[in-house]
């Protein structure tokens, strides 16, 4: 199975602050990465595929990067909406596995 | 617009079953695969299942394989997961998506297992 490493667990922000979340995968996945942002009590919302393709209707501010086995999302200013909970999902093989969450908080 | 409906959760005892339902609308159902996807409360997300847009290729994570059945019904565009010996650690809301890489997700339902 595909191990997917999220760092950090969690990080403090501010708004506009530039910030960069990290997914590393045990074995090489080429670019089967997704990300997703969750806020509380609701359904995770889909914002990049591919590894650094953003989805319809998700800001610019967010961004992705790697392949193999090293990813990267990014929002390059936050913004108050964004403090949530990030995960990335590697679908490059079964079973599919998520990294265990990023959850970024307001300093 | 694409929706995902998701129903069928509740309260059941260690041993029991439970079925849920997706029922999509806004895509052609029949031509993308399903999956379902569950968090436990507090914690992270944790693939179940998915299914080829025909049905005749089924996937489980080893946690639910033999106790959970994944299907469909693309005449009803439906999506649908059988959840037999529920344990207290399948205690979890359940969300479908649509395709393996989640562009779609529904509301959620909660499923708890406990006596």
């Known amino acids: 199975d595909i191990q997917m490493t999220q760092s950090p667990s969690s990080l403090s922000a501010s708004v506009g602050d530039r910030v960069t979340i990290t997914c590393r995968a045990s074995?090489?996945?080429?670019?089967?990465l997704g990300w997703f942002q969750q806020k509380p009590g609701k359904a995770p919302k889909h914002l990049i595929y591919?590894?650094?393709s953003l989805q319809s209707g998700v800001p610019s501010r967010f961004s992705g990067s790697g392949s193999g086995t090293e990813f990267t999302l990014t929002i390059s200013s936050l913004q108050p909406e964004d403090f949530a909970t990030y995960y990335c999902?590697?679908?490059?093989?079964?079973?599919?596995?998520f990294g265990g969450g990023t959850k970024v908080e307001i300093k | 617009e694409v929706q995902l409906l998701d129903s069928g959760g509740g309260l059941v005892q260690p041993g029991g079953s439970l079925r849920l339902s997706c029922a999509a609308s806004?895509?052609?159902?029949?031509?993308?695969?399903m999956s379902w996807v569950r968090q436990a409360p507090g914690k992270g997300l944790e693939w179940v299942s998915s299914?080829?847009?025909?049905?005749?290729?089924?996937y489980y994570a080893d946690s639910v394989k033999g106790r959970f059945t994944i299907s469909r019904d693309n005449s009803k565009n439906t999506l649908f997961l059988q959840m037999n010996s529920l344990r207290a650690e399948d205690t979890a809301v359940y969300y479908c998506?649509?395709?393996?890489?989640?562009?779609?997700w529904g509301q959620g339902t909660l499923v708890t297992v406990s006596s």
């Open positions: 998506t649509k395709t393996i890489v989640g562009v779609n």
């Open positions: 806004g895509f052609t159902f029949s031509s993308y695969a």
């Open positions: 299914i080829s847009g025909s049905g005749g290729s089924t």
């Open positions: 074995q090489g996945i080429r670019n089967d």
């Open positions: 591919a590894a650094s």
């Open positions: 999902l590697q679908h490059n093989s079964y079973p599919l596995t």
